[in-house]
C-alpha cells in the first residue's frame, strides 16, 4: 500500500500537502480502498470555511457514503472539479488527480498534530489488529 513520505495524514484517512499556505486535501490510499469504486463526490464551495476535525464533503462509493473531514481550520481554495464525471480518479490515483479539495490555511500550527507516513503506517497496523 502507499504512504508517500512527503506527506502529512489524519486518523480519518485524509492525506494533506502544503504548499505556500495551502493544503491539498484527499483520501489515502487505505480509504479509497476499503471504500471501493467512487461513484460520486460532493465538494465543498469555494470560499467555505472549515474546522480541523469537521466534516466537509463527502465520497460515495458502491459500498457507502462516507464523509470527508478538514484536516486543518482554513477557507476552501479550490476543489477538484475533474472529478465531476471522472469520480474514479479517486480510486485510481489517490494522491495525485484524485486531490479532493484545498484549504487556505488559518493555522498553519495544526499540520504538526497530523501525523507523518511512518506514524500513520504505524496507526494503520492498528487497525488490522
Known sequence: ???PADLRYTE???WVRVADGVATVGITHHA???LGDIVHVELPEVGDAVSGGSPCCEVESVKAVS???APVDGEIDAVNEDLDGDEESV???PYGQGWLFRVKLTAPG???KL???KA???FLETLDD
Do not use: W
Open 1 to 3: 500500500m502507499s504512504i
Open 12 to 14: 480519518s484517512h485524509e
Open 32 to 34: 479509497q480502498d476499503a
Open 67 to 69: 464523509d470527508v473531514y
Open 91 to 93: 480510486n485510481k490515483d
Open 110 to 112: 495544526q499540520l504538526g
Open 115 to 117: 501525523m507523518d507516513a
Open 120 to 122: 500513520y503506517a504505524a
